[in-house]
């Protein structure tokens, strides 16, 4: 172990260095298997995001290192800890995950670009509170193989990823699989029951996932008991649009939709979206008003917008995408897990990897919930759409008996209001030129009820509240 005090540069190995900014504490290396002793084993990432790690091609090069931060104080500049290896090799790219953990869990999980000298710094926003941080850290590096990276070929290689695995399709979905990933699309039979056949109360329920999810990811938390409901309140018109949510916008999801709809068909929907499909929903609604259907019909009854962005995320733009993909990594790891949040980790670790190689993809379908950007002021600016009714839920989460993840989330000043750890919760419900949606179809959990972005579906308050509007 080697101690260290503000402004401290110490050797932390034959090949490797520490510079410390406004941070006083210790480092060791860890040694031996990730499983090889209760400290060692106290402090690897969870089992899931491992998996995820290994198989985006991520090598662990076992240069583990556990950071003991006794304080932290404001320094020129923020506190900070820079560390030094050798080079990456060429062809290798490196970065370099640092994972707040305690006994009662991990906190933040943060991603950090290690340069071609081989050097990467870790530093946290709760690092700079007043009274300063104390805690401990785990340090990882890994490294990938990388080609020679521009913006048209990292769109390409995200375009790919999600032809892949998250193609456009709509799906049905049944009791028995609508939690699962199934190979079929929806069989072309099937149309004969969504179409409304001149009967007015014949509705049929649209399912819309949000960024980096797919419909079985996004709704497979519904209670099967509840899922049931829904399926019999429909008479099991339920069905899912998978669909890209990085390189097209909500505008061209919504016409690669109408695109598989048959022509001819006469189609009123109910639509439940969870996330961005919840822009999704609100183009869907904007393209029913419009000549561009064919001789398609489309009405469009109620809209359930479960923590989407109308009043966008700063998560979003651009220059927060690297936060983005902490939160992501954090909330699909810490507070996710099982094979929805592996899914759904793949998608973040290919961005991570991007980011970590210095090539910056254009990403409409994520910049499309910027609230400073194009699309989102143009979203805002539709007037209201006669017979549709909007609900919304939304949350202001704070953790409860993750006193680790607490402590770093109380200094986090991404966002300067109640949020679900993705999107403000304060804008779920707005809409811009056709105004916020009315008191009583809102509701905003607060956070002692600690629903956070991805576990709205599978607790009971949330999941209640959804069946009350849709089964009434």
């Known amino acids: 172990m080697v101690d260290f005090r503000a402004g401290d540069t110490v050797r932390i190995g034959d090949r ?20 090889n002793g209760a400290r060692a084993n106290a402090l690897r990432p969870p089992d899931h995001l491992a998996a995820a790690i290994a198989n985006a091609g991520m090598r662990d090069l076992e240069l583990d290192r556990e950071v ?46 290690m340069d071609a000298k081989g050097r990467f710094a870790v530093e946290r926003t709760s690092w700079n509170a007043p009274l300063g941080w104390a805690g401990k850290l785990l340090v990882k590096i890994f490294g990938f193989a990388v080609e020679g990276l521009g913006a048209a070929v990292a769109e390409h290689l995200v375009t790919a990823m999600e032809e892949r695995s998250h193609r456009y399709r709509l799906r049905a979905c049944l009791p028995a699989s609508y939690a699962a990933d199934v190979p079929d699309d929806m069989p072309g039979a099937m149309w004969a029951d969504l179409v409304t056949g001149g009967a007015a109360d014949r509705r049929a329920l649209l399912l819309l996932h949000g960024a980096f999810g797919r419909s079985h990811t996004a709704f497979g938390g519904l209670p099967p008991a509840q899922f049931a409901r829904l399926h019999r309140a429909y008479g099991g018109r339920v069905f899912a649009f998978d669909h890209y949510t990085l390189v097209h916008d909500p505008a061209e999801n919504v016409r690669r939709l109408v695109g598989m709809i048959p022509d001819g068909s006469d189609l009123h929907l109910d639509v439940l979206t969870h996330s961005r499909g919840g822009l999704v929903a609100r183009e869907l609604v904007r393209h029913a008003t419009t000549a561009h259907l064919g001789r ?25 995408r690297d936060d983005l993909l902490d939160r992501m990594t954090t909330l699909l790891s810490v507070l996710g897990g099982g094979s929805a949040a592996t899914e759904a980790l793949a998608l973040v670790l290919e961005l991570v990897k991007l980011a970590a190689a210095g090539a910056s993809a254009e990403l409409p379908g994520l910049t499309s919930m910027d609230p400073r950007g194009e699309y989102l002021r143009g979203l805002n600016t539709a ?5 549709v009714t909007y609900h919304a839920l939304g949350s202001d989460f704070e953790p409860s008996g993750a006193e680790m993840l607490a402590q770093d989330l109380a200094a986090d000043l991404i966002f300067p209001s109640g949020n679900d750890l993705i999107v403000p919760s304060e804008g779920v419900g707005e809409l811009g030129s056709s105004g916020s949606i009315a008191s009583r179809n809102t509701l905003i959990l607060t956070p002692r009820e600690a629903v956070h972005h991805s576990a709205y579906f599978s607790l009971p308050k949330p999941s209640e509240r959804i069946m009350s509007w849709l089964c009434p």
């Open 68 to 113: 003991t931060i006794e304080s932290t104080a404001r320094a020129a500049g923020r506190p900070k800890v820079l560390f030094e290896h050798d080079a990456p090799p060429p062809g290798e790219c490196r970065v370099a995950l640092a994972a707040t953990v305690g006994d009662d869990g991990y906190g933040m999980l943060t991603w950090h670009r």
């Open 296 to 320: 398609r019909r489309l009405r469009v009854g109620n809209v359930i917008f479960v923590g989407t962005p109308n009043g966008g995320t700063i998560l979003a733009d651009a220059q927060h």
């Open 383 to 387: 007037r209201p759409s006669p017979g």
């Open 16 to 35: 490797a260095s520490l510079k410390s900014t406004g941070v006083n504490g210790s480092v060791a290396k860890l040694t031996g298997a990730p499983g």
